[in-house]
């Protein structure tokens, strides 16, 4: 269910208008949300995962009817329950819509408490579901705490349990730091593949030469040092979860056999000529906007469009302040043997007016610090660590940076400042990956992308 702030949203599918009009007003009057459809065509454009907790819907309809709906409903989102109506008893039929994943099954005419009843029912029956679900996915480790307070991290938690039921692709957006693996471990351990494997790959660490067979698997001697087979990530998550991060750093070759796995579940094994089925939902991260990629001509438009059906954008966190507050003390408490350590006006205060790019991360490191610099456990802001300078970014007199009204290339951008950072730092990758506060293996990725070569 979405928040507590509604009962629900009930997607309604009659041929009957009386009927429809009828149970509509009994639903909306109980406090639910209602989208109403005439024949089972209409319904199933109307449906959306991330819309609706439940689906009523005739079962004699003409073209697609109620069997059809219940069919398609599942295939699309199997945790959405759904409810028959009938007005021709018939226990076979009944029978067979049990079997076939239905929620209750309703004989016209039926009463306003009957209806009411059989809706309250099938959604506190999935409820159960998602909480025992969510409960085992905790304890076996998949899904890790996510500490938030604002209304725009509830708005985006409650849409990650929606598209949870679905076994759709799912495109998590968002800046670095941010939580974005978080999200996606969530949606695995409350959707019905909560049981099978979670697999997290990052594009980004797995050198381009290796990634393919990472990825697909390879057979023993398809290529130089391949001295045993190996599954590769896709069949190892095989009924469950595959998350690829920093989904656009993948080259344009591997996307194509990206969307080629997508479609049709199916992956082609380095140095194999069959091809293996697969039963994997793929979750993708990144920090790029990939519509500015696709017009740019770096990344597969079908592929975009393929993956970016399902989208959770998670916002950064100088822009939900609550946040920084919740995870603030989340932090000093962990960092701090789980005391009851209270923090100060002043600490608060510096802690929400940062900016913090580099988001939930830079703020985990800062509150570490916070706790083992303050001496005799009394917390003090000048324990945090020095705000970032930025103004060796800004023009001279510090004024904003101009933009050119042609535009800039924004990859040529990157370049430079790589390659000035490394020659401020004598090309030692370390000592630059901690100057541009990258992580080493990203800024050496960066560095064979760019062909980057010391003069």
Request: charged share 25%.
């Amino acid at each position: 269910m979405s928040t507590a702030s509604r009962k629900g949203r009930i997607l309604l599918v009659d041929d009957d208008s009386t009927g429809r009009e009828a149970a509509t007003f009994s639903l909306r009057k109980a406090g639910y949300e209602v989208d109403a459809a005439c024949d089972g065509r209409e319904g199933l454009d109307a449906f959306s995962p991330k819309v609706h907790d439940l689906v009523l819907t005739d079962i004699r309809m003409p073209g697609i009817d109620g069997m059809g709906v219940l069919s398609a409903v599942h295939k699309a989102s199997p945790g959405t329950p759904v409810v028959m109506i009938t007005a021709f008893p018939d226990v076979s039929l009944a029978v067979e819509a049990m079997r076939m994943g239905a929620a209750d099954f309703l004989t016209k005419p039926y009463g306003r408490d009957h209806l009411l009843l059989s809706v309250e029912r099938a959604l506190d029956r999935q409820r159960l579901v998602e909480e025992n679900r969510s409960l085992r996915a905790t304890a076996s480790g998949v899904e890790r705490p996510l500490v938030v307070a604002s209304a725009e991290m509830v708005q985006v938690l409650a849409l990650a349990d929606r598209l949870a039921r679905s076994h759709a692709p799912v495109l998590v957006r968002g800046e670095s730091g941010t939580g974005k693996e978080l999200v996606a471990r969530r949606i695995h351990a409350r959707s019905p593949r909560a049981q099978a494997p979670f697999v997290p790959v990052n594009c980004a660490a797995i050198p381009p030469e290796l990634i393919e067979a990472e990825l697909f698997g390879h057979e023993k001697g398809a290529f130089t040092g391949a001295v045993r087979a190996r599954k590769g990530r896709f069949r190892t998550a095989d009924g469950g979860t595959l998350f690829l991060d920093e989904i656009g750093e993948l080259s344009p070759s591997l996307q194509a056999k990206l969307l080629r796995v997508v479609q049709e579940n199916i992956v082609d094994v380095v140095g194999s000529d069959e091809s293996v089925r697969v039963d994997v939902r793929v979750i993708c991260a990144t920090n790029a906007d990939l519509a500015v990629e696709v017009e740019k001509g770096r990344f597969r438009k079908d592929l975009f469009y393929r993956l970016n059906a399902l989208e959770i954008c998670i916002p950064p966190l100088r822009e939900r302040p609550g946040d920084v507050v919740a995870l603030a003390s989340h932090f000093v408490r962990a960092a701090s043997g789980d005391a009851d350590i209270e923090l100060p006006e002043d600490v608060l205060e510096e802690l929400v007016s940062r900016p913090w790019p580099g988001n939930v991360r830079e703020l985990e490191n800062a509150c570490e610090r916070l706790v083992l610099l303050s001496p005799g456990g009394t917390l003090s802001p000048d324990a945090l660590p020095p705000k970032a300078k930025t103004d060796a970014l800004l023009p001279p007199g510090g004024s904003p940076l101009r933009l050119p009204d042609e535009g800039i290339n924004l990859f040529d951008i990157e370049r430079s400042v790589i390659l000035e950072a490394l020659d401020r730092n004598d090309w030692n990758v370390s000592r630059t990956a901690v100057f541009l506060r990258v992580p080493r293996h990203i800024l050496a990725y960066r560095i064979l992308k760019y062909g980057l070569e010391k003069a």
